[in-house]
């Protein structure tokens, strides 16, 4: 096809293709074990998948209402009420998304204008800088330290300008597995006290939390709430990515302005799926075992690789494990993760791609949401190397 030959202007002119796509690309290409991109290699829960297919075949085929099935919706309010005291009124403060990330650019786009300022913490996973960028917002970089991963609130404070509007969280937290304790959340509210900032919460891995750590929603903290939206994920709870359903809680003022774009963006998310995920989140049994489930395949994981060159700091929660590999290369990351998956076999994500200035700590990313047999594997590959 003839290309045009007018002028483009990009609104992300920096940006390329997401190392996820390009390490699965590469694995696929050398028939390498993936454990790149954050999907699961075991199946949906039959249960789930019948509902779906009972709601199909009753016709419900169509359209959803624009906010969310309304009967998925009041379960939400149930779970959050139930897990986290957070009281959230299903019609004004719900809405299901076409998966976390549209609960995101979204949020992003409703409430980033011109010249406004929005703080990540990096390494970040990487949707939010470009969402900000592309909405004519500018990304400042609060770095999570070393070896924990933990915010360093005073450095954060001296961030904040007049111009400051959002700050985005994420916990647990993609790529490292860490965590916010309930003393960040509270520093945080003392924070923006008085102050006209929002926060978008990402809590996609909600349930995956190991440890006997709990996860500290900003919902749980009302004068954080009543500036917070929080992005959930079913995909990343029911094992299922591919179907891209999420939700977003906010105060009402808040979901208005949201919603005033999510009608634009996809109007409505998936209907039989809504349906079915309304009837199984009834049962808090269905979720609430998930940490349990993912630390067994951590520690699996972790003790299979423990005669390896590689070194853990075992994650708190998602279902990522960081490996340094310092003591085996001084390669830079995406020149050692490229090389494993070509000579070796075995797909990681190096951390560099999650700093805006490429930081390379010797660091990669491997998903652990896989069968045994698919780590084990794995784990003899890091063992030889």
């Known amino acids: 096809m003839k290309l045009f030959d007018g002028n483009i202007k990009s609104k992300l002119p920096e940006t390329g293709t997401s190392v996820f796509a390009v390490m699965t690309g590469l694995a696929k290409k050398y028939n390498a074990v993936n454990l790149s991109q954050g999907f699961p290699d075991f199946p949906v829960s039959k249960e789930l998948i019948d509902r779906v297919h009972y709601y199909m075949k009753k016709g419900y085929n169509q359209y959803a209402p624009m906010p969310g099935v309304e009967e998925l919706r009041k379960n939400i309010s149930v779970m959050f009420k139930e897990n986290h005291g957070a009281d959230y009124n299903p019609e004004t403060e719900i809405t299901i998304t076409a998966g976390g990330t549209q609960a995101l650019y979204t949020a992003i786009s409703a409430f980033i204008n011109d010249g406004d300022e929005a703080i990540i913490f990096e390494p970040a996973y990487d949707s939010y800088a470009p969402a900000i960028t592309a909405n004519k917002g500018t990304?400042?970089?609060?770095?999570?330290?070393?070896?924990?991963?933990?915010?360093?609130?005073?450095?954060?404070?001296?961030?904040?300008?007049?111009?400051?509007r959002l700050f985005v969280l994420n916990t647990p937290h993609n790529p490292t597995g860490s965590i916010l304790k309930k003393e960040d959340l509270e520093?945080?509210?003392?924070?923006?006290?008085?102050r006209d900032i929002l926060v978008l919460s990402d809590e996609v891995y909600e349930h995956i939390i190991f440890d006997g750590e709990t996860h500290y929603s900003a919902s749980r903290f009302p004068e954080l709430a009543r500036r917070t939206l929080v992005v959930g994920s079913f995909g990343k709870t029911f094992h299922a990515t591919g179907w891209k359903t999420g939700f977003i809680l906010a105060p009402e003022n808040l979901t208005a302005e949201f919603r005033k774009l999510h009608q634009f963006t996809v109007f409505a998310a998936n209907t039989p799926i809504q349906y079915a995920l309304a009837d199984f989140v009834k049962d808090p049994r269905n979720y609430k075992g998930l940490g349990k489930f993912y630390q067994q395949k951590r520690d699996f994981f972790l003790n299979a690789i423990k005669d390896s060159r590689f070194k853990a700091v075992p994650a708190k929660g998602t279902y990522f494990q960081l490996l340094d590999y310092s003591a085996i290369s001084d390669e830079k990351e995406y020149d050692f993760a490229i090389r494993l998956t070509k000579e070796y076999g075995i797909a990681g994500v190096p951390v560099a791609p999650f700093y805006h200035n490429g930081d390379n700590n010797r660091m990669l990313r491997f998903c652990f949401a896989k069968?045994?047999?698919?780590?084990?594997?794995?784990?003899e590959i890091l063992c030889k190397i």
């Open 187 to 194: 520093i945080l509210e003392r924070i923006l006290k008085g």
């Open 371 to 379: 069968e045994e047999s698919t780590l084990q594997k794995a784990a």
């Open 139 to 164: 990304v400042k970089y609060a770095t999570l330290e070393y070896p924990h991963y933990s915010i360093n609130w005073d450095v954060v404070v001296r961030m904040i300008t007049s111009r400051t």
